[in-house]
């Protein structure tokens, strides 16, 4: 006999922008997907949420991952014939998430720095302590053209005593901040989803990324979409962040 009072199986909802621009799908050449078929499959998750636009941004970092666009393109051919394999109607596009380190400036001096459409660069602190040359870093970013995203501000502790003043200087100065929808989940922890927020009800979030890199971040995502925090975050950044609008 039919219950009317069993719940019914909720459909996936649709997150409240369409490209991702920060992920890690690429196979094989980070902390990441290690095989195409799995990236493909997250490509697909992110489908069913309403995505339509992925930028790949694999860890371009010192001494760990000192991918090159060589490496980079290899790899994203690989995710690229997966995706078609399986069917999935959605653009993809790769970049990188580049650490702010000698080997990012010496990539930038050989030209060898991908950057999103429209000249958008993601890049991002250690999370030991700032990059020392930052300000100056991100000033010369900006003189070659390219406007940069500072990845997760919200998971940079070293920032969290002197919030107010650094953010705020970073901000001002034309550096734009892309927060994690896995911080707004709650995956790292409650102070970097309270630092998220923060910078939520300062208007200083232009962009939001999945920060997606395997299936345990993918079932933590798919638990928030559907949850009222969730709707809450959605409801503020909703009309705020340009990820559709420029990429």
């Known amino acids: 006999m039919f219950n009317f009072f069993k719940k019914k199986a909720q459909e996936p909802q649709e997150l409240f922008f369409h490209t991702d621009m920060h992920c890690h799908l690429v196979p094989g050449i980070d902390d990441g997907q290690r095989n195409a078929e799995g990236g493909a499959d997250l490509v697909a998750h992110e489908h069913s949420w309403g995505i339509r636009k992925i930028i790949t941004t694999p860890h371009v970092t010192q001494d760990t991952f000192e991918n090159t666009p060589d490496t980079i393109n290899a790899a994203f051919d690989k995710l690229q014939q997966a995706v078609a394999e399986k069917g999935i109607d ?18 930038l001096e050989q030209g060898l720095v991908t950057p999103m459409p429209n000249n958008y660069l993601l890049v991002e602190n250690s999370f030991v302590q700032e990059a020392w040359n ?38 001002s100065q034309g550096t734009l901040f892309q927060i994690n929808l896995l911080s707004l989940a709650g995956n790292y922890g409650k102070e970097a989803k309270a630092m998220a927020e923060y910078l939520i009800d300062r208007d200083m979030v232009d962009f939001v990324g999945t920060d997606m890199h395997n299936h345990r971040h993918c079932a933590t995502l798919e638990a928030y979409i559907g949850s009222k925090d969730y709707r809450k975050h959605a409801e503020k950044l909703k009309d705020r962040i340009f990820n559709d609008s420029v990429l």
């Open 90 to 107: 959605i653009e993809l596009l790769h970049s990188a998430e580049y650490r702010m380190d000698s080997f990012f400036n010496a990539q």
């Open 134 to 171: 930052i300000d100056k870093l991100l000033f010369d970013l900006k003189m070659r053209g390219f406007k940069p995203i500072l990845a997760h501000p919200e998971r940079y502790t070293y920032y969290y005593g002197n919030k107010r003043e650094r953010y705020s200087m970073l901000h």
